[in-house]
């Protein structure tokens, strides 16, 4: 799922920067885009800070209650439906903010 940013001053403002771990352990640095709720579920719109990309790619992951109130958990959805449905939601909302590029 790609997109331009089309808003240069928002490349200054990392301040919603998360840090996740990938599979191997490592930390990949995300800028929370935005949460969205679909079919009673709430998926968030990550997009990966990466200074050598021209192109963006964003990350769409599930949001799953964890026992602590203070911790969230973010699982990958394998379901295409679901996250085109979640995408779709997301371009119409900031269809002013990027270039999506299809």
């Known amino acids: 799922m790609d997109l331009e940013n ?4 928002m490349d200054e403002e990392l301040d919603n920067v ?7 352990g490592n930390e990949v640095k ?3 885009l935005d949460l969205i709720e679909y079919s009673g579920e709430e998926y968030v719109i990550l997009l990966p800070v990466e200074e050598d990309e021209d192109a963006d ?8 209650d964890t026992d602590s109130e203070e911790e969230e ?3 990958g959805v394998d379901d295409q439906e679901v996250l085109n ?4 939601i997301f371009k ?7 270039n999506f590029v299809d």
């Open 6 to 9: 089309n808003n240069p001053e």
């Open 18 to 24: 998360i840090i996740l771990n990938d599979e191997d």
């Open 30 to 32: 995300f800028e929370f």
């Open 57 to 64: 790619e964003v990350v769409i992951l599930k949001v799953e």
């Open 73 to 75: 958990s973010y699982v």
């Open 85 to 88: 449905a979640v995408f779709a």
């Open 92 to 98: 119409d909302k900031f269809k002013d903010e990027f």
